[in-house]
Structures are given as structure tokens and as C-alpha cells.
Nanobody, 115 residues
Framework: QVQLVESGGGLVQAGGSLRLSCVASGSTISVNRMGWYRQAPGNQREWVAAITRDGVTTYAGSVQGRFAISRDNAKTTVYLQLNSLKPEDTGTYYC?????????WGQGTQVTVSS
């Protein structure tokens, strides 16, 4: 089992930036991918970005060029740098891991972008 704790959310004006963090603990050796989803009120959860154990990153088209995912050398913390934020980026951002056929989720951190 992997436990995930997110932080870094907040209220920011359009055009601003935030940096989200997600710290993983527990059976992290089993993790082969870490990433982020987000969910706006009334909407389905939307995949945002991911990084593999080998460091390969992928992004949703809606955030490509504005968001950047990275991780620390120990591969237990993943970051999501959010730049050029738009009101439509508002939502709860959830960290996740995948490995050995198991998905783990954090509790989420709220990002609110005002126009």
C-alpha cells in the first residue's frame, strides 16, 4: 500500500502560478508511475500529467506547455508546477500512483483560479 499526501493548493489570480507537491510513503518500491488528476465541481475526474519511473513525462493537451511534472531523486515526491493558470484550471487536484496493478490516491488539494 502507498500513502499519498498532497499540498500546495490555494487561491491564485488568472495568469499566476502554483506548485503542488505529493509525498508518497509505504510500498513506494512498487510504484512505476506517479501523476495527477483533477476534478472540477460537477465534472468527471480528468487526467492531467504523469511521470514514469524512468522519468518519461506526459501531459493532457489542455495543460501542455503550461504545467510541468517532476519528481525528486528518491522518487517519493512528485511535483506539479502550474503556470499561466486559467479559471478553467480550478478544481481539486489528486495525486496518484500506479504499480503492480494497483492505483493509490491522495485526498486532494484545492486549486482555485480567479478571473
Amino acid at each position: 500500500q502507498v500513502q499519498l499526501v498532497e499540498s500546495g493548493g490555494g487561491l491564485v489570480q488568472a495568469g499566476g502560478s502554483l506548485r503542488l507537491s505529493c509525498v508518497a510513503s509505504g510500498s513506494t518500491i512498487s510504484v512505476n508511475r506517479m501523476g495527477w488528476y483533477r476534478q472540477a465541481p460537477g465534472n468527471q475526474r480528468e487526467w492531467v500529467a504523469a511521470i514514469t519511473r524512468d522519468g518519461v513525462t506526459t501531459y493532457a493537451g489542455s495543460v501542455q506547455g503550461r504545467f510541468a511534472i517532476s519528481r525528486d531523486n528518491a522518487k517519493t515526491t512528485v511535483y506539479l508546477q502550474l503556470n499561466s493558470l486559467k479559471p478553467e484550471d480550478t478544481g481539486t487536484y489528486y495525486c496518484y500512483t500506479t504499480g503492480l496493478g494497483i492505483n493509490n490516491w491522495g485526498q486532494g488539494t484545492q486549486v482555485t483560479v480567479s478571473s
